[in-house]
């Protein structure tokens, strides 16, 4: 493993030198947009890291809202961006505004929420997140202001997915039960804070979460995660072709497999 990275440090070094755009690169850091939860799981900076040792390269972070993100590379004011809103992804590539997409990893969104307390039932371990979002409206229903819903509220790839499960339960949740986040303050911290029900990344509750929280809806396949790594087409960076090649590669596959909460996207057949 050291000597890989020896070579590849070392083929990074050469292209570099014949490359003048790339020696430019070397000076001034990609800028790369990452979902909020990315970032508060700590895979981005994993992969920021990496790959720095890798080439040479460096990599400035921008967290925030995915769609926030995409509208950011859309615009070219970030190079790249690593994010979770597959169906907002596929339609940039189509009118062409990002290209070079790969999807890096697989993961998942989990409902979390109080553990189970004399009063009340909450939602049991098992069930699909649809069928929970029924008990959570039946339960703010049957005992006002005895609980509350968290929502990140910001346009996350966690609340696009949040909003869908709300959409296919037919619910349509308001306050006071249900409240949006302080979009300042980290999401996990927030939501173990208030003791509130809650949908939220995996790998992100692998780093900031626990009780008095409790998963509640694991494994669900409607929230599943894809996390694709993408190239703006108005920022033409000269490191952007590499980074992509290299994070949907053996070296960041490798990374992403050492990251709780992901798994490896599977290889593309040729």
Request: charged share 20%; glycine share 10%.
């Amino acid at each position: 493993m050291h000597r890989r990275r020896l070579l590849a440090a070392s083929l990074a070094a050469t292209a570099v030198t014949a490359n003048p755009g790339l020696a430019i690169a070397a000076q001034t850091p990609l800028r790369l947009g990452v979902d909020r939860a990315l970032a508060e799981s700590g895979l981005a900076h994993a992969l920021q890291h990496a790959f720095g040792a890798d080439t040479g390269l460096a990599v400035k972070l921008a967290p925030g809202p995915a769609l926030a993100i995409l509208d950011a590379v859309k615009e070219g004011e970030v190079d790249a961006a690593l994010t979770n809103v597959p169906a907002v992804e596929t339609d940039l590539d189509a009118q062409g505004l990002v290209y070079d997409r790969q999807t890096i990893a697989t993961g998942e969104f989990i409902l979390v929420g109080p553990l189970p307390r004399t009063r009340g039932r909450p939602p049991p371990p098992g069930q699909s997140g649809v069928d929970a979002l029924a008990r959570i409206q039946e339960m703010a229903t049957a005992e006002p202001g005895t609980m509350l819903f968290l929502s990140a509220g910001d346009g996350s790839g966690t609340h696009v997915v949040e909003q869908a499960l709300w959409r296919a339960a037919h619910i349509d949740p308001a306050a006071p039960w249900y409240v949006a986040a302080d979009a300042k303050l980290p999401f996990i911290a927030q939501v173990r804070t208030r003791n509130a029900f809650a949908l939220v990344e995996a790998g992100a509750w692998a780093v900031g979460g626990g009780p008095p929280e409790a998963v509640l809806v694991e494994a669900d396949p409607m929230l599943g995660e894809t996390v694709s790594a993408m190239r703006s087409f108005r920022a033409a960076h000269p490191a952007g072709k590499i980074f992509v090649a290299w994070i949907s590669g053996g070296r960041g596959r490798a990374v992403v497999s050492r990251h709780r909460g992901y798994r490896p996207a599977a290889k593309k057949s040729r």
